[in-house]
């Protein structure tokens, strides 16, 4: 079985991902290998699109992984494993609903970007100072996200 991590399958496809944890690695089967691979081949080229790519980008990486996809968004009470997860925010003039693109309760919170491989495509152009900003940005976005992110159950 060969052994990777989560971060070197982003990276493969150009992607940057940040976690809590130094490494998550994942042992795979050569079935498992062969998904990963076919993902890799499928995303490889893409870029400019994160709107339009970012939902069918992880659904296509939960299967890769194996992962069960999330279920349509209003199917769970609360919502805990979904996509575009509403994040009510509190500031000092009030409440404002933000959107946290993929979202699973107690595992991750992912604010999408999708760079490109020149600066008129996606957020930046890969490799560059802009581009490492632009993901800086995005990850803090996220992280400012989650004291927001604790889900109550309505009885």
């Known amino acids: 079985m060969a052994r990777f991590t989560i971060g070197e399958i982003f990276a493969s496809v150009g992607l940057y991902f940040w976690t809590s944890k130094s490494a998550i690695e994942i042992e795979m089967n050569e079935d498992d290998r ?3 691979q076919n993902f890799l081949n499928n995303w490889k080229g893409s870029q400019g699109n994160e709107r339009a790519n970012y939902q069918g980008f992880f659904l296509d990486l939960c299967d890769a ?3 069960d996809r999330p279920p ?3 199917n769970v009470l609360d919502d805990p494993y979904c996509f575009d997860k509403d994040i009510r925010v509190i500031h000092k003039d ?5 959107f946290a693109d993929f979202y699973k309760a107690g595992h991750f919170l992912i604010e999408a970007k999708q760079g490109g491989n020149s600066s008129k495509r996606g957020t930046a152009k890969r490799g560059t100072k802009t581009y490492d ?6 990850f803090y976005q996220a992280l400012s996200y989650t004291p ?8």
């Open 34 to 36: 062969q998904r990963v």
């Open 133 to 138: 900003t632009a993901m800086e940005k995005a």
């Open 148 to 155: 927001f992110c604790r889900v109550s159950r309505r009885l």
């Open 94 to 98: 009030g409440i404002s609903t933000n």
């Open 65 to 67: 992984l194996g992962v």
């Open 72 to 74: 349509p968004k209003g």
